[in-house]
Structure formats: C-alpha cells, structure tokens
C-alpha cells in the first residue's frame, strides 16, 4: 500500500483531490488502519519531500495450469529481479510467463465492491447503485456485486455508503471477460500460483479468470 500511495503520488501529485489513483490508494490504505503519518510519509516520498526508493510499474502476462490466464500488477526497485523471480513463480506451479499482450485483453478494467447479501436488502442497494450510475448489480454467492466504469467508482460508492453497510470489497480492478474453469490438480496448483505470487514483495495484486472450486479457494 505505501508503494502504490509512493507511486500514485509521484505520477499525478500529493493532492488526492486533483489524484483519482492517489485518492483510491488512501482510501484502501484507511481500510486498513493504516496510520495517517505513514499515508502522508508515502505521499511525501512521492513527491520529493522525503527521500525514498523509486519504484517502477510493471505488468506480467501469462498462463497458469489449465490455460488459466494471469495478470500480475508489480511495483519494483528492480525489474530484472521482480521479473525474475515471478518467472520462477509461475514455472514452479505449472504456468508460464508469457509476451505482454497475451491475456491483457481477456480482462477489463472496472470499479468493485461487494457487499454481504444479509447486510442490505437487494432493491435499495440496486435502487442506490443504478441511479449513482453502477453498469450492473448482481447476486454471486452469499454477497452481491455492483460493477462500475472506474471513473463512476466513487460516485456509486459514496451513494452505497449513505446505506451504511460493510464492504466485503470495494476497489478498481481487472474483471475477467471469460472463465476457464479449473479441477483436481490444475485447481490445486491455481491456488498455489496465486497465493506464491501475492506473497511476493514486488508483486501489488494479482488477477486471474480460473474458475476454482470454492472449497480449495476456502482451505487455502
């Protein structure tokens, strides 16, 4: 998170109310009782006023068991050894790192959030969601989902919160177009793909469109 708020910061500036990424970075970083001198700390080091490290976007394509496209979003000090190390990653769990552009158009960038079906009945969240702007609201699972353009995220957000309800999720993010659906033992190394590349320190976050059983993605 301080590396995204860093980053944010040092490409649009340190005013979060002129800076969309920077205030979405804040935002998760509050969510997560990160305390405000570490947010403004990162801010600084993005804009100069304190030393930091400069670290570079990048993004990895490839394929995971299955066939199972992966997106890996990464912020590093040093490329060749993120790129490396995530190379390793995906061979050790039968997937391939592949050419950029290989499984970035299966994914579309749109703002998130879910929302515990128990919390909230369907019609006011539906009624909130649509008239904010939300593309779409729908049932999966034990919550509902409401999808957004990104730049109508916070719009449809800060009109679910006069609901006040908690969020099970609520970000931009990279929502697959399709799904290929995983079992057995292409499922088993899915998860330990995704979970070996989350742990990873240069890696900010990871997408995939594999379907995986429920009760593995539980377990794990």
């Keep these: 998170m301080i590396k995204e708020i860093t ?5 649009g500036g340190g005013d979060p109310a002129s800076n969309p990424r920077l ?3 804040i935002l998760a970083a509050k ?3 990160m305390p405000k001198e570490n947010i403004e700390r990162g801010i600084k080091k993005g804009t100069g006023e ?4 400069n670290y ?8 995971g068991p299955g066939g199972a496209a992966v997106l890996v979003e990464s912020l590093s000090d040093n490329k060749n050894r993120s790129v490396a190390e995530i190379r390793h990653i995906f061979s050790k769990n039968g997937g391939n790192l592949g050419a950029a552009g290989c499984v970035a158009w299966m994914f579309k960038k749109k703002g998130y959030l879910a929302i515990e079906r128990s ?6 969240l539906m009624e909130k969601a649509l008239e904010a702007g939300a593309e779409d609201v729908r049932e999966e699972g034990n919550v509902y989902e409401v999808i957004t353009a990104p730049e109508d995220f916070e719009t449809v957000k800060a009109a679910i919160d006069e609901l006040r309800v908690p969020y099970v999720t609520a970000e931009i993010t990279m929502l697959p177009q399709n799904t290929t659906e995983l079992t057995g033992k292409d499922a088993e190394q899915m998860v330990r793909l995704m979970e070996m590349l989350e742990d990873c320190d240069d890696v900010q976050k990871v ?3 594999a379907d995986i059983p429920e009760e ?5």
């Design 119 to 124: 919390a909230v009945s369907e019609e006011a």
């Design 50 to 53: 304190l030393e930091g490290v």
């Design 31 to 33: 969510a997560e009782n």
């Design 216 to 220: 593995l993605v539980s377990r794990a």
């Design 56 to 63: 570079e976007e990048s993004i990895y394509e490839g394929y």
């Design 23 to 25: 205030r979405a970075a």
């Design 207 to 209: 997408y995939t469109n």
């Design 7 to 11: 980053v944010a910061a040092r490409l």
